[in-house]
């Protein structure tokens, strides 16, 4: 038996990691703060270290658990004490959050699942560092058949070619799209560019009998629907 003066072999973090786990099982995600959610994440791949420090550095550098998780693997490797295994743990995380929201929308009617479509987009696109372009392609009954990335770009800017996407469409048999793109500045303004874009896509489905039912840019946390703005 171990006497009162005996050092414990246990490090002093590992009654803080229990502690954490049970809070965490006790009330889910919302009961913790992000850093302490970070810690969850980084407590199998650092099992030997209090990555306490490391989490509150992790989500100071990047504002939020979120951003984090979706931040590019060179980015993450800028933080000090943050190695392969921890950044994959990360990834992992981010991936699975893609794969949960994406199985909510696909597969179903689009405008009845449109707050899952928007939590998807958001999931998907919020935090990307350069500019993605993507479709969902819809059946004659609105459902979602597919979900593709069209184009990326630079910080700015994605190619897109209304051609291609209308080929695209055709090939799927989809009957309708509702177009896709994040702005990396955060700001889900249009800009002059994304209004002729859209109006070119338009165009060249109207032609072959497929509808644009909406165009969504993705900012950070907030969206603009070319639709309910009058844009389209």
């Not at 199998?44 to 998780?69: H, N, Q, T, Y």
């Not at 981010?94 to 699942?113: F, K, M, T």
Request: one cysteine or more; hydrophobic letters at 40%; proline letters at 6%.
């Amino acid at each position: 038996m171990a006497q009162p003066h005996e050092k414990s072999d246990k490090p002093h973090y590992a009654g803080h990691r229990e502690r954490l786990r049970n809070r965490f099982m006790q009330g889910g995600a919302d009961a913790l703060p992000d850093y302490e959610l970070m810690e969850l994440v980084l407590f199998r791949a650092i099992p030997r270290r209090d990555v306490k420090p490391l989490a509150k550095d992790i989500i100071e550098r990047f504002g939020s658990f979120s951003a984090a998780i979706s931040a590019p693997p060179t980015r993450l490797r800028e933080v000090s004490g943050l190695g392969d295994a921890a950044i994959i743990e990360l990834k992992l995380v981010e991936a699975a959050a893609h794969r949960l929201a994406q199985g909510r929308v696909l597969n179903r009617p689009a405008i009845s699942s449109w707050d899952a479509l928007l939590d998807y987009c958001q999931t998907s696109m919020a935090h990307k560092d350069t500019e993605q372009f993507r479709i969902l392609f819809l059946d004659r009954k609105n459902t979602l058949i597919a979900d593709e990335i069209q184009q990326q770009g630079t910080i700015d800017h994605t190619p897109v070619y209304p051609r291609e996407v209308v080929k695209r469409a055709l090939e799927l048999g989809s009957a309708a799209l509702i177009l896709v793109h994040n702005h990396p500045s955060g700001d889900p303004t249009p800009s002059d560019a994304d209004v002729a874009m859209t109006r070119e896509i338009a165009k060249a489905g109207e032609s072959l009998g497929i509808q644009i039912h909406d165009h969504l840019v993705i900012g950070r946390g907030k969206h603009v629907s070319f639709r309910g703005t009058g844009l389209l």
